[in-house]
């Protein structure tokens, strides 16, 4: 089973929950966390532990000189502009490149091959009995979130039960992330920035056609805009989290509220129940 947590804008707590959600579950069973948050992982401060790094490359175009003609198929063929032929060479953009391998395809010399690019690293480590932690990290100046995010979730492949920490927004890394899951939590705030990407999120869920719950985080019980919006939109609310300075206390020094305050260990057991009753979602 695989559960995607994500949210339309950044800083609501989701990794908060994905990290409390993997812990409560890993005590009673196998749990694979991904964190598809390249661009910015952070769920390796939840969970320290050595970790082995599975270096992610992609491939891009490397020009034969002394086999090119500088015929020009190649540039034409890429709608990224990851190629320039000019008067006297050929020059490659690897930033631009999507490694569709469309160009080692059109030219008529064979003066086009693919060599590999790191582009980022996927560190995996054990950091408790049952929990397996996938971290994509994308390097510096690095585009291609989605590629790291492949490799981040191929990963996980073969375990029962798989949590997915999404980036923030709507933009390709979630859609990535999203791909092939079961079931979505989405992670909002009682704020009307928070609303306005909730309803973001929830149509790209409903797009890519995932049972989506709601987690109301930081909650200071003036939740009627996203009750009434969730309604509205047959979302259920599968956990409210108070805005708390007891909670807060506890984030801020790395800890989990499921591993340190009282009662919260089944909250998150009750909502991953929760999660399971969704329309669709079978264990």
């Known amino acids: 089973m695989k559960i995607a947590i994500a949210s339309g804008k950044g800083g609501t707590g989701k990794s908060t929950v994905a990290a409390n959600l993997a812990c409560t579950l890993s005590r009673s069973r196998e749990v694979a966390l991904a964190d598809c948050d390249v661009e910015e992982p952070n769920l390796h401060l939840f969970f320290p532990a050595p970790a082995t790094d599975v270096p992610v490359t992609k491939p891009v175009p490397e020009i034969d000189a002394e086999r090119c003609t500088l015929c020009g198929e190649c540039g034409k063929f890429c709608r990224f502009g990851a190629l320039a032929v000019l008067k006297d060479r050929v020059l490659t953009f690897p930033d631009l490149c999507h490694s569709c391998g469309g160009c080692v395809l059109v030219c008529p010399q064979g003066a086009v091959r693919e060599v590999p690019r790191t582009i980022g690293r996927v560190a995996c ?25 492949k490799v981040a979730k191929a990963l996980t492949e073969g375990h029962p039960l798989i949590l997915y920490d999404a980036s923030p927004g709507i ?16 992670v909002t705030e009682s704020t009307p920035f928070g609303l306005h990407d909730l309803r973001l999120a929830a149509e790209v869920a409903e797009e890519v056609g995932i049972s989506a719950g709601v987690v109301i985080n930081r909650s200071d019980g003036e939740d009627t805009a996203t009750l009434g919006f969730c309604r509205e939109r047959g ?45 669709g979602v079978s264990p």
């Open 125 to 149: 480590s054990r950091p408790l009995p049952r929990l397996t932690l996938i971290s994509g990290v994308l390097n510096e100046g690095e585009v291609q979130a989605p590629a790291v995010i």
């Open 171 to 186: 933009a390709c890394p979630v859609i990535e992330t999203l791909a092939g899951s079961d079931a979505c939590i989405l």
């Open 235 to 279: 979302l259920p609310v599968l956990m409210t989290i108070p805005f708390s300075r007891e909670i807060a206390a506890v984030q801020n020094r790395g800890g989990l509220i499921c591993r340190d305050l009282p009662g919260w260990e089944e909250r998150f057991a009750g909502l991953f129940r929760a999660v399971l009753d969704l329309p």
